[in-house]
T-cell receptor, first 114, second 112 residues
């Protein structure tokens, strides 16, 4: 059974810092991995999607990497801003009999203070 | 602007009541999903559908039921709500099974 773990559980940083969020998964047989952002009281917003054959994806100040063999992904946020404050969720698209379903981590709660 | 809509956003009801959480999408996606998220916990898939008249149970056992009579509509029903059903319920849809998920804003359910 796939399990996804995110560390740290919470992170508080001053504005302008570069930061790294970590995600690990137990079963390397994945189709792809996705990073989401969740704001309080709202749904999920997709940030980056990395296919299993890719090593990284970039969007603006965000960069996500994937090491499928070791079961790890990182989300790098450059020059953090207060507007980046949210919960960041990592999710893997499983393969095999779980085709098409997402397995989520518990998330990292990020607070960026001015 | 959202292409997937969930109503109500918040719901407080008494034990034993029957409730239906609505989810509709305007993107024509065949695949739709219901996830349950307890406070501070990860999302768990409770139901999914790959098309009209197709519904399956997800990884997390749930007493809720779903139906898919129309492509755009995927309602979730609890026949008799209990305090243990208190949670946030998120609906999602996707064009493909492996990517392109769009999530709704969720329904926060409290059963008293």
């Amino acid at each position: 059974k796939q399990e996804v773990t995110q560390i740290p559980a919470a992170l508080s940083v001053p504005e302008g810092e570069n930061l790294v969020l970590n995600c690990s998964f137990t079963d390397s047989a994945i189709y792809n991995l996705q990073w989401f952002r969740q704001d309080p009281g709202k749904g999920l917003t997709s940030l980056l999607l990395i296919q299993s054959s890719q090593r990284e994806q970039t969007s603006g100040r965000l960069n996500a990497s994937l090491d499928k063999s070791s079961g790890r992904s990182t989300l790098y946020i450059a020059a953090s801003q207060p507007g980046d404050s949210a919960t960041y969720l990592c999710a893997v698209h499983a393969g095999g009999t779980s085709y098409g379903k997402l397995t989520f981590g518990q998330g990292t709660i990020l607070t960026v203070h001015p | 602007e959202a292409d997937i809509y969930q109503t109500p956003r918040y719901l407080v009801i008494g034990t034993g009541k029957k409730i239906t959480l609505e989810c509709s999408q305007t993107m024509g996606h065949d695949k739709m999903y219901w996830y349950q998220q307890d406070p501070g916990m990860e999302l768990h898939l409770i139901h999914y559908s790959y098309g009209v008249n197709s519904t399956e149970k997800g990884d997390l056992s749930s007493e809720s039921t779903v139906s898919r009579i129309r492509t755009e509509h995927f309602p979730l029903t609890l026949e008799s709500a209990r305090p243990s059903h208190t949670s946030q319920y998120l609906c999602a849809s996707s064009e493909f099974a492996n990517y392109g998920y769009t999530f709704g804003s969720g329904t926060r359910l409290t059963v008293v």
